[in-house]
């Protein structure tokens, strides 16, 4: 820490307007005094302070000019964080009790704190880390109103106690969290885990675990619908092998001949490919995939249900509602990737019009 005193007094003298004359008389001390104060030569008594920053509208340790390193808490959690990052459980553990001391009710503090006694407990498998790791996450819920992140809420917080509880072995405690704490479904993989895994209930797993598995089919189809629309607007070919990667994905899903919800998600990528195809590969090719497209939806549209029967893993089970499209229909899907999706994309008006013929065809027939 340093004390910037006499550097001080001159800088907001001077901001202020006043000579050291002038301040001298406001003050009714010496221009001596003022004097030495400025060139270092000796300090104002406490009470001369506080009335030094009163006349300059200041607060006592903005006139002192404490230059504490990383003195503030947003600081203080950035070395905790940086700690955490260079896997330095030890250095972050200390570095998290000097910030709680300092800052005990301040969110953000509280809760990187909680992350650094987790890596400690990673680090030496001393339950007591994590114990405090929880104690640090449930004050973190109490202090939830100062939160500006929006990644970080009650349901992240409880998650990360319940996965603590887990790597302490307390199973049930991890469960019942977890269960407690499930909007949409966010848990069911953590829950269908435990019950299968560590509890060997294979019969309270399965609805857990298959539900499970069509979310995160659904969260993977919309990334690389997004990674697919990145790359092609980057101008970048890997737009074809991102829809490539997930056509096999999915057709490797499917035992069935029949129509299931996955067809819709094929549906949609064959439509991006033929898009990315008028770009990167031939006409003949593009008008190969929407076509596919174009009669993979009329079935769709025909049979309406799409069971997920008829998907691998999936056979035993009653039907799951899966993902529908973007659309309404399947052909309304196609249709919104080619004229609202890719309505900035030039080559994608061959695509269109290959489109319009395939409808009007089946318009005469």
């Known amino acids: 820490m340093q004390i910037k005193l006499t550097e001080n007094i001159k800088k907001f003298r001077k901001q202020n307007g006043f000579t050291q004359e002038q301040l001298a008389e406001a003050l009714g001390v010496t221009v001596g005094a003022v004097y030495k104060w400025e060139a270092g030569l000796s300090s104002p008594e406490l009470k001369l302070m506080m009335e030094i920053a009163d006349l300059f509208e200041i607060s006592t340790d903005t006139l002192l000019g404490f230059d504490c390193q990383n003195g503030n808490a947003d600081n203080r959690v950035e070395r905790i964080m940086q700690c955490i ?217 025909r049979e309406q249900k799409h069971s997920s029967r008829g998907i691998r893993f999936l056979e035993d089970i009653e039907d799951i509602v899966g993902y529908t499209g973007i659309g309404s229909t399947a052909t309304e899907s196609i249709e919104i990737i080619l004229y609202q999706y890719s309505e900035d994309i030039e080559e994608a008006e061959y695509v269109r019009e290959v489109w319009k013929k395939l409808k009007n065809t089946e318009t005469e027939c």
């Open 85 to 301: 990052l260079e896997n330095k459980p030890e250095e972050a553990v200390t570095e998290a009790n000097k910030a709680l001391k300092k800052y005990p009710n301040h969110f953000k503090t509280v809760y990187v704190s909680a992350s650094a006694f987790r890596i400690k407990y990673l680090a030496d498998k001393d339950e007591k880390s994590l114990e405090k790791a929880n104690d640090l996450l449930e004050k973190a819920i109490a202090l939830l109103y100062q939160n500006t992140d929006s990644s970080i809420d009650k349901v992240v917080i409880r998650k990360e106690i319940a996965v603590n509880y887990r790597l302490m072995g307390k199973t049930e405690f991890a469960l019942d969290t977890f269960l407690k704490e499930n909007p949409c479904g966010v848990n069911n993989s953590d829950i269908g885990y435990l019950y299968s895994v560590m509890l060997k209930k294979t019969d309270e797993s399965r609805l857990f675990l298959f539900k499970s598995f069509v979310n995160e089919l659904g969260n993977i189809f919309m990334t690389m619908m997004g990674m697919t629309f990145m790359y092609l607007r980057q101008n970048d070919s890997r737009c074809l092998e991102t829809i490539s990667w997930f056509i096999e994905l999915i057709d490797g899903l499917k035992n069935t001949d029949k129509v299931t919800f996955t067809d819709e998600m094929k549906v949609i990528f064959l439509t991006q490919k033929a898009v990315c195809e008028s770009r990167f590969g031939t006409k003949k090719d593009a008008k190969k995939d929407i076509k596919e497209a174009y009669l993979l939806a009329r079935e769709l549209d």
